[in-house]
């Protein structure tokens, strides 16, 4: 039995409107993944070149070593 038929087999055994609640909640958390993933597929070229220019920066001495409270 997969991990799957075990969480199916689980929400069997709840009251009908709370399966329902749990359907909604994951149907809803598997489409915002999928949206995300649209989101992020075309900006892997940016993200690079953003990153490239972040370590030239360190590497010419540009760059300021902060904490998280500086950002």
Not at 34 to 53: E, N
Request: proline letters at 1%.
């Amino acid at each position: 039995m997969t991990k799957l038929d075990q969480l199916i087999d689980e929400v069997r055994k709840m009251p009908a409107a709370d399966q329902e609640r749990v359907a909604e909640e994951w149907l809803e958390m598997l489409h915002d993944d999928a949206r995300w993933d649209d989101k992020f597929a075309g900006s892997g070229g940016i993200l690079s070149q953003m990153a490239a220019k972040a370590r030239k920066d360190v590497a010419d001495g540009k760059g300021i070593e902060q904490g998280w409270d500086q950002l």
